[in-house]
């Protein structure tokens, strides 16, 4: 397959309608509170003095939605005398945290931050960690600039910026912005790029991350077929955004499992990239290609998969998944020029290994199927769809 610009095969578009703040006076942010018939990532949000609840502070990503009133004891609200600018849910799920969570954050991108002292109130039960605590460094929020609401909290003002994305449907200039005021801030630190010290051929591995271990089978073949063509092997959860950051914007080609780890193309203004994404199932991811749009490079998709079962994988978040040595790959390898490390005995003998690991994640020690569950799935409405596409190595 060759390399290719992304074709916007969904219709997904710029959207050029400039984004607006809404600040309200005696303001109080509600925290997160579950409903049962309530939205997916739960109730709360901002209501004004009157104590009505103000709907831009609500999110619409499509299969998650998040905000929206309830009552509360008004005896145990806080005041706080700070202007502070909604954020909305966090937690620290990296693919969610760059498709939904961080939309608003484009107010501090501008080049002239209006209000240098305002922090940044959000929602859930999780505080930012590693590169999540990171990224808002990089934005200029470090620690005493972040406001956790666990209670009813009342402000002297609340500043709500716009929504700047849909996921799988639009994006716009200011959503933009917020990466590249990261990629502005770290090439400031480390120079222009690309940094001649990074590696020219990058392999993203999955097999450091947690869930991984338990739901996808098969990448250490696909890691060591990588590495024996020259890929230098690197762990994202391994690295500081920083570092993440220099090798999109250094590296030359760059190859990754489709998931969270390709959506960070955002961070690279490399158009001549050459990126390879291995399909880890037939389901279609389609967050991803928002992205491919929003930032140009030259990519290729190439099918990694194997799926024995009909109603497996359940969905882009849940898995299982099952990786292999297969006929896209030796199609793929052949010709790039690439070595296959392994015998077909070998290939045979790891592929049986991870067939029964993949069982093994489906049935319990009864022999009753149980649910594969992860708390913040990373899919949308479009993720129990089938790719429709054939692979160019599909005989």
């Given at each position: 397959?060759?390399?290719?610009?992304?074709e916007n095969?969904f219709?997904?578009?710029?959207?050029?309608?400039?984004?607006?703040?809404?600040?309200y006076?005696?303001?109080?942010?509600?925290?997160?509170?579950?409903?049962?018939?309530?939205?997916?990532?739960?109730?709360?949000?901002?209501?004004?003095?009157?104590?009505?609840?103000?709907q831009?502070?609500e999110?619409?990503?499509?299969?998650?939605?998040h905000?929206g009133?309830?009552?509360?004891?008004?005896?145990q609200?806080?005041?706080?005398?700070?202007?502070?600018?909604?954020?909305?849910?966090?937690?620290n799920?990296?693919?969610?945290?760059?498709?939904?969570?961080?939309?608003?954050?484009?107010?501090?991108?501008?080049e002239?931050?209006?209000?240098?002292?305002?922090?940044l109130?959000?929602?859930?039960?999780?505080?930012?960690?590693?590169?999540?605590?990171?990224?808002?460094?990089?934005?200029?929020?470090d620690?005493?600039?972040?406001?956790?609401?666990?209670?009813?909290?009342?402000?002297?003002?609340?500043?709500?910026?716009?929504?700047?994305?849909r996921?799988?449907?639009w994006?716009?200039?200011?959503?933009?912005s917020?990466?590249?005021?990261?990629?502005?801030?770290?090439?400031?630190?480390?120079?222009?790029?690309?940094?001649?010290?990074?590696p020219?051929?990058?392999?993203?591995?999955?097999?450091n991350?947690?869930?991984?271990?338990?739901?996808?089978?098969?990448?250490?073949?696909?890691?060591?077929?990588?590495?024996?063509?020259?890929?230098?092997?690197?762990?994202p959860?391994?690295l500081?955004?920083?570092?993440?950051v220099?090798?999109?914007?250094?590296?030359?080609?760059?190859?990754?499992?489709?998931?969270?780890?390709?959506?960070?193309?955002?961070?690279?203004?490399?158009?001549?990239?050459?990126?390879?994404?291995?399909n880890?199932?037939?389901?279609l991811?389609?967050?991803l290609?928002?992205?491919?749009?929003?930032?140009?490079?030259?990519?290729?998709?190439?099918?990694?998969?194997y799926?024995p079962?009909?109603?497996?994988?359940?969905?882009?978040?849940?898995g299982?998944?099952?990786?292999?040595i297969?006929?896209?790959?030796?199609?793929?390898?052949?010709?790039?020029?690439?070595?296959?490390?392994?015998?077909?005995?070998q290939?045979?003998?790891?592929?049986?290994?991870?067939?029964?690991?993949?069982?093994?994640?489906?049935?319990?020690?009864?022999?009753?199927?149980?649910k594969?569950?992860?708390?913040?799935?990373?899919c949308?409405?479009?993720?129990?769809?089938?790719?429709?596409?054939?692979?160019?190595?599909k005989?």
């Amino acid at each position: 397959m060759g390399s290719i610009k992304y074709e916007n095969q969904f219709g997904m578009y710029l959207n050029t309608q400039k984004m607006k703040c809404l600040e309200y006076n005696n303001a109080v942010i509600l925290p997160r509170k579950y409903s049962e018939k309530g939205p997916m990532w739960g109730l709360g949000g901002v209501c004004d003095n009157n104590d009505t609840f103000v709907q831009l502070s609500e999110y619409h990503g499509g299969w998650a939605e998040h905000g929206g009133f309830y009552s509360w004891d008004k005896n145990q609200e806080e005041y706080c005398d700070d202007t502070v600018v909604y954020f909305g849910v966090f937690f620290n799920h990296w693919g969610h945290f760059l498709v939904d969570l961080i939309g608003r954050m484009w107010f501090f991108a501008q080049e002239r931050d209006p209000l240098k002292n305002v922090k940044l109130a959000y929602i859930g039960e999780e505080e930012p960690v590693g590169n999540f605590k990171e990224f808002f460094e990089l934005m200029g929020l470090d620690n005493t600039r972040l406001f956790h609401i666990s209670k009813p909290t009342r402000f002297k003002k609340v500043i709500i910026p716009e929504f700047s994305c849909r996921p799988c449907i639009w994006y716009t200039k200011e959503y933009v912005s917020i990466f590249d005021c990261i990629i502005k801030k770290v090439q400031k630190e480390t120079g222009d790029f690309p940094i001649k010290s990074a590696p020219e051929k990058v392999y993203f591995s999955r097999q450091n991350f947690g869930k991984a271990k338990s739901s996808e089978f098969g990448e250490n073949f696909i890691e060591k077929w990588m590495k024996v063509n020259g890929y230098n092997v690197v762990s994202p959860e391994c690295l500081t955004l920083r570092d993440q950051v220099i090798l999109w914007n250094s590296a030359k080609q760059i190859a990754c499992i489709n998931g969270s780890i390709p959506i960070n193309i955002a961070f690279s203004k490399n158009s001549e990239l050459e990126l390879t994404v291995l399909n880890k199932t037939s389901l279609l991811h389609k967050n991803l290609y928002l992205y491919l749009i929003m930032r140009p490079c030259k990519i290729q998709f190439l099918d990694a998969y194997y799926e024995p079962f009909r109603k497996y994988p359940k969905s882009l978040g849940e898995g299982p998944f099952l990786l292999c040595i297969n006929h896209d790959i030796k199609r793929f390898s052949k010709e790039k020029g690439m070595k296959i490390p392994f015998s077909e005995l070998q290939i045979i003998i790891n592929n049986c290994l991870n067939f029964l690991h993949l069982i093994w994640s489906i049935i319990n020690f009864k022999g009753k199927f149980r649910k594969i569950f992860s708390k913040t799935t990373f899919c949308n409405l479009e993720g129990t769809n089938r790719r429709k596409e054939k692979s160019l190595y599909k005989k």
